[in-house]
């Protein structure tokens, strides 16, 4: 009864919170537990009003199915490295700006940085997949201009994914650089102060004092980013469409590649799983932030 | 700092060549992009192209921009409507019955691979009646991660001595929220609503999928939809790639110490 | 103060303008509107609304709405529609695509009964109507046979010295190296190549590894009607290997093709860097304009592998029109099916599309290439569409693409000893899924 008297009393805050609660529920958990009923049926009645159930056939043939295994471990490793390179260069990049050495342009730079971000990713990635092209793109273009060797863009594995990591991160790691930037901006300049007359040098300073006082953006950069990379699909779609030799084929793209072969039943399946997975190293990466918070 | 410059600049060029590419593509036909892909300055302005985009899928060009001017307005105004008041009622509130569950069910709508929610959204908008109708696509848009975050923070950072103070001076909840918290919470607001414009501008899945007909489509969409077998022209691609692009990347030069500051500064509260 | 206005008037605006949206809209039904789903662009369009135009002389009172969406999403949208009663009045596509909907919802129309009610259909063979049928259902009045030759660049086989297009594979080869080496747009520099093809999605390659094979007068790609495993047969093992060298050792085509689907090929074709490609009746009508290759090609039948086989066009296609069981104007849906078999709806598909069914139709107001094609005067094969016997076609298919794309990638040293291991490895394969 205790629940329902408060629900009476704070009326004004359920009425306050449900346009928000509707659409959350109607349009964005409906979906996936809808989505998630399918991963129980038999494909081939997947998508018809009266479906066979066949409970957890479908999971155990993804989990069997040497495709996933290696998607998954593609997709995992990826996304580490993607961390990474986007977190590294964001925080480069803060640092650099955030420093005095670059008093003409400082704003400009932001911006350019920043610009990709707000770009449709569907024209930006269609930009690049043509950039990459060995032999139409500018990228090769330029390189034999300045008499350097041919990039093999899409064409080789390793080069493959390497293009759609850096197309990725002139996509998003603009973001991090501003959540970096702002945080920058709110630290203890007397901190620093008393390092320099302490002695430390431009190193010492930067483990001991700035990196510390950066913990809040690296948490939420770390989060965001994981949860981002874990789920790369459109820059494949646009740019490689899984190849070559599937070195690019991630989870989510694979999933795709099921469902168009009529696989409705393992391909979300394998989207539950990678759901699941999502989850369990976003925790992960919060809690490894706020580890050792004072 | 010359170290600087010399790292900044090679930078941000490769950061902007993708536009002045895209640009370019849009009035150099096919041939002559394949010919000599570096050089940014057209042989010709060939604007024939805009006679290849003018229809798309039987829709006119113009249709989609404004689709994707009132889609994204409207959206970004109910969105950030309804984030700001659910965002208030969750600080405000933690923990009353069903509010920690929409919390955690609302970060869990961000982690699902979305891509695979064709079948399901057709089936779900069809059941709410929804299916084709541009209030469907506007409701679907308005959900947005960002922007009930941006105003999470912001809420949990009022004092709460301040809300306290009103309240025993007698005033309502709602009198709380209508005199005191709204008026303090302006600048995040056109903040968030800005961000929420940007983001919301690019976002094709939920209108492809609601869509009944290119009527409802919106500029990305459209861009998508150029990838048919019987037609698909590179420099339309492209064409269609800046007219997409620049409305945002206008409307962010513009705005753009708003944004920035915005974007940063909510979301980081030591 | 003045933002709190501004800001209160933007929330007003915006629940007027939502209410208004919602508002449902009250239009006095005069006219019965068809929808049709299709997935054949602008070009698609415009032809339905020629139909649409002709069958209101016929039938007034009806129009007829027809919408484009791409392929992929097509399967998405038509499947959904059907199992939730919200299916168009008509859906129109390849075969095999139509074949996908009817095992998804079993609800497509048996049009059977409506074909015999029609008198004139001699022009449609028992082989059409074989083809449009699955699992004795009529599922499609075929109303397209959709052509797909070999084209070479005019203007290139007279610069490198050649009298005519290459008949056998021993003449492609020669012209191939001609193309690669000896500069045939004239423009002083190497960036020509013999090819343009695709091999991205399964599709994608197999579908060409089709049209060689068909073409040089062999059936059965992959796997035939019975369930046997046909790579590894002399003569389609000759094919499958200088077809993988077409993409691997010979380098004859881009080296990005791998992650080439049509739109990229396309780019290739039309941008002028590639000799020879495949040529579909709808592309004759693009391709002979300025802004592409104007008309600067010539089709021809594919490669002749092998003397006592005579080389062809492959029917690669086969799009007809379909009625869904829970179509709003089921009756009506059916006149109209009826109705693009005759002359008038065949003529338009024939000049907007490219290709009909018809044999008695005008090609007069057609361009030269597009007469080629619309003439028919030389051979045909058709293709066998392995999707309709087996229910595991597409994943097999996937499988097999995935093998070939690494013998791209790494080319094998003995060809022959690749296929013989592939074509094992596929039988177990089709095996597993046809017991599944």
């Known amino acids: 009864m205790r629940g329902l008297h408060r629900v009476r009393a704070e009326g004004i805050f359920y009425l306050l919170v449900l346009p928000f609660a509707a659409l959350t529920v109607l349009f964005g958990l409906w979906p996936i537990v809808l989505s998630v009923q399918v991963s129980f049926t038999a494909s081939a009645t997947a998508l018809r009003p009266d479906p066979q159930w066949v409970g957890l056939a479908n999971y155990a043939s993804v989990l069997g199915d040497t495709l996933f295994q290696e998607s998954l471990w593609r997709t995992l490793a990826y996304t580490a490295m993607a961390v990474a390179a986007n977190l590294a260069f964001a925080l480069a990049a803060a640092l650099l700006l955030d420093s005095k050495l670059l008093p003409r342009g400082n704003m400009a730079f932001r911006l350019i940085l920043f610009l990709p971000v707000v770009t449709p990713d569907v024209a930006g990635y269609v930009v690049w997949r043509w950039l990459f092209d060995s032999s139409f793109g500018a990228v090769n273009a330029a390189l034999d201009a300045a008499g350097l060797p041919a990039f093999a863009g899409l064409t080789t594995p390793a080069t493959a994914t390497a293009s759609v990591l850096v197309a990725e991160l002139w996509h998003h790691a603009g973001f991090y650089t501003l959540i970096f930037l702002a945080n920058l901006a709110i630290r203890d300049p007397a901190l620093e102060e008393a390092a320099k007359v302490d002695g430390a040098g431009a190193w010492a300073r930067f483990r001991h004092v700035i990196l510390p006082q950066l913990r809040p953006a690296l948490v939420i950069n770390l989060v965001y980013a994981t949860i981002q990379f874990l789920k790369t699909f459109t820059v494949v779609v646009v740019m490689t469409k899984g190849g070559p030799a599937e070195s690019t084929t991630f989870v989510s793209y694979l999933a795709y590649q099921y469902f168009d072969q009529a696989r409705y039943g393992e391909a979300t399946a394998m989207a539950t799983i990678l759901f699941a997975v999502v989850i369990v190293l976003s925790l992960l990466a919060y809690a490894l932030g706020e580890r050792g918070r004072a | ?270 | 103060m003045q933002e709190r206005a501004t800001r209160l008037t933007r929330r007003c605006l915006g629940f007027a303008a939502a209410a208004a949206l919602a508002a449902p809209s009250v239009v006095r039904a005069q006219v019965t509107t068809l929808t049709i789903w299709h997935d054949l662009g602008d070009n698609g369009i415009t032809w339905f609304e020629r139909m649409g135009q002709a069958f209101a002389q016929v039938r007034p009172g009806v129009a007829i709405r027809s919408q484009s969406f791409p392929t992929e999403q097509w399967f998405g949208r038509v499947i959904g529609a059907i199992n939730t009663n919200s299916a168009p009045d008509l859906i129109f596509n390849n075969y095999e695509r139509v074949i996908r909907i009817q095992s998804q919802t079993n609800r497509v129309m048996d049009l059977r009964p409506v074909l015999e009610g029609v008198r004139d259909r001699d022009f449609l063979s028992e082989q059409d109507l074989r083809v449009g049928t699955f699992r004795d259902r009529l599922i499609i009045i075929p109303t397209q046979r959709v052509q797909m030759a070999m084209g070479t660049r005019l203007s290139w086989l007279r610069r490198v010295g050649e009298s005519a297009p290459p008949d056998t594979w021993e003449d492609v080869r020669r012209v191939a190296q001609k193309f690669r080496e000896g500069d045939p747009d004239g423009n002083g520099r190497a960036d020509t190549f013999p090819f343009a093809l695709q091999a991205a999605r399964p599709r994608d390659l197999v579908h060409m590894l089709d049209l060689f094979t068909f073409g040089a007068g062999l059936t059965h790609t992959l796997i035939d009607p019975a369930g046997n495993i046909t790579i590894d047969q002399p003569e389609h093992a000759t094919v499958l290997a200088e077809f993988l060298r077409t993409y691997s050792t010979y380098r004859w085509v881009p080296p990005d093709t791998v992650n080439h689907s049509f739109t990229e090929m396309y780019q290739v074709i039309e941008g002028g860097r590639a000799g020879m490609f495949r040529v579909g009746d709808w592309n004759v009508r693009r391709w002979d304009g300025a802004n592409t290759i104007g008309g600067d090609f010539v089709s021809h039948p594919w490669p002749r592998f092998f003397p006592n086989r005579d080389n062809a066009v492959v029917i690669a296609g086969m799009r007809g029109v379909g009625v869904p069981e829970n179509a709003p104007n089921r009756a009506l849906s059916v006149e109209f099916a009826r109705f693009m078999l005759t002359r008038p709806a065949q003529q338009a598909s024939l000049e907007v599309m490219g290709s009909a069914v018809r044999k008695d139709l005008d090609v007069s107001s057609l361009s030269e290439r597009q007469q080629w094609f619309a003439r028919a005067r030389h051979r045909l094969v058709a293709y066998d569409f392995p999707e309709a016997t087996h229910a595991f076609y597409p994943e097999l298919e996937a499988g097999f693409h995935r093998r070939l794309l690494a013998a791209i990638g790494s080319p094998p040293r003995d060809h022959e000893v690749f296929i013989r291991e592939l074509a094992r490895e596929m039988r177990d394969t089709a095996r597993r899924l046809s017991r599944g």
């Open chain 2, 1 to 270: 700092m010359i170290l600087a410059y010399a790292v900044a600049i090679p930078v941000a060029a490769v950061f902007l060549f993708p536009y002045a590419w895209m640009l370019s593509g849009a009035f150099r036909r096919t041939r002559d992009v394949l010919a000599d892909p570096l050089r940014l300055w057209p042989e010709q302005f060939d604007l024939a192209v805009l006679a290849d985009i003018a229809r798309i899928g039987g829709a006119p060009l113009h249709g989609f921009v404004l689709n994707s001017l009132l889609y994204t307005s409207l959206a970004t105004v109910l969105g950030t409507l309804a984030a700001a008041l659910g965002a208030y009622a969750i600080t405000r509130r933690p923990r009353l019955p069903g509010f920690r569950w929409l919390r955690a069910g609302f970060l869990l709508t961000v982690m699902y691979p979305y891509m695979l929610l064709v079948v399901p959204v057709y089936i779900a908008m069809h059941k709410l009646g929804l299916l084709g109708s541009p209030l469907g696509i506007v409701l679907f848009l308005c959900l947005g991660p960002i922007q009930f975050l941006l105003f999470e923070q912001f809420f949990r950072a009022v004092p709460a001595a301040v809300i306290e103070a009103a309240t025993i001076d007698g005033a309502s909840e709602w009198q709380v929220l209508t005199r005191i918290v709204l008026p303090m919470a302006m600048p995040v607001t056109a903040t968030v609503a800005l961000i929420g414009f940007l983001l919301t501008w690019a976002q094709w899945f939920p209108v492809l999928v609601i869509s009944r007909g290119p009527e409802t489509y919106t500029l990305p969409v459209a861009l998508l939809s150029l990838n048919t077998e019987l037609g698909a022209s590179f420099q339309g691609i492209m064409a269609l790639a800046v007219l997409t692009t620049l409305p945002p990347a206008i409307l962010f030069l513009i705005a753009q110490r708003r944004v920035m500051q915005g974007m940063a500064g909510g979301a980081v509260k030591g």
